[in-house]
């Protein structure tokens, strides 16, 4: 079965960095996500990338932060520079096995990972 695994939460400064991971296995996927929410606020798209890699950012995020894969793992990755307070939020890497596309809309995903904490302080 299908699974998506994530690492690389942890706290850091304002203006540090962090590397999340997606470990997948059971299956390769098309188009891949991270999701984030937080605290008393609705999952929200952050950055996804599709079956030909090319990526997508929320607004509140570009130029900081940089969605990957490498095929060969089955891993994907998000690279956060320039972190802020507000970047505070549980992480979710998603994913979908068939779609060309790929869309920050949570209902569009069919394999979630369990999430990982990000918290930025000031």
């Known amino acids: 079965q299908a699974q998506l695994e994530e690492s690389g939460g942890g706290s850091a400064q304002a203006g540090g960095s962090l590397r999340l991971s997606c470990a997948a296995s059971g299956s390769a996927f098309r188009s891949m996500a991270w999701f984030r929410q937080a605290a008393g606020k609705e999952r929200e798209g952050v950055a996804c990338?599709?079956?030909?890699?090319?990526?997508l950012y929320v607004d509140s995020v570009k130029g900081r932060f940089t969605i990957s894969r490498d095929s060969a793992k089955n891993t994907l990755y998000l690279q956060m520079n320039s972190l802020k307070p507000e970047d505070t939020a549980q992480y979710y890497c998603?994913?979908?096995?068939?779609?060309?596309?790929?869309?920050?809309?949570?209902?569009?995903?069919?394999?979630w990972g369990q999430g990982t904490q990000v918290t930025v302080s000031s």
């Open positions: 990338i599709d079956s030909l890699d090319r990526p």
């Open positions: 998603a994913a979908d096995p068939s779609g060309i596309f790929c869309y920050m809309i949570p209902s569009y995903y069919s394999k």
